[in-house]
Nanobody
């Protein structure tokens, strides 16, 4: 059974940092894109960052220069390092594994989702 398990969320003050982790069980995703999405209360789930099998990555404009996505295929783990956090970063963050061949820029490209981890940034 395939599962994505997130950890690392929490409460942090504005300007602080957090590291989110996403561990895959059941199989590896070394060939697929992996990514992070987030959903704030009353809003849609939006992409934050994606990383590809090659190691290349891309980000939504609002987090560029502050967030870094990385992956360690041997550990079947994807990370999201978040720095200079802002109150508007507050959301539930979800890890996603893309369908093979898709670039995971939208939620419908995802084959699997994690359960989500809450990130709250206080002002």
């Amino acid at each position: 059974q395939v599962q994505l398990v997130e950890s690392g969320g929490g409460l942090v003050q504005a300007g602080g940092s957090l590291r989110l982790s996403c561990a895959a069980t059941g199989r590896t995703f070394s060939a697929e894109a992996m990514g992070w999405f987030r959903q704030a209360p009353g809003k849609e789930r939006d992409r934050v960052a994606t990383i590809y099998w090659s190691g290349s990555s891309n980000y939504v404009d609002s987090v560029k220069g502050r967030f870094t996505i990385s992956r360690v295929n041997a550990k079947k783990t994807v990370y999201l390092d978040m720095n200079s956090l802002k109150p508007e970063d507050t959301a539930v963050y979800y890890c996603a594994a893309g369908r093979l061949g898709l670039d995971l820029r939208v939620g419908t490209d995802a084959a699997y989702w994690g359960q989500g981890t809450q990130v709250t940034v206080s002002s």
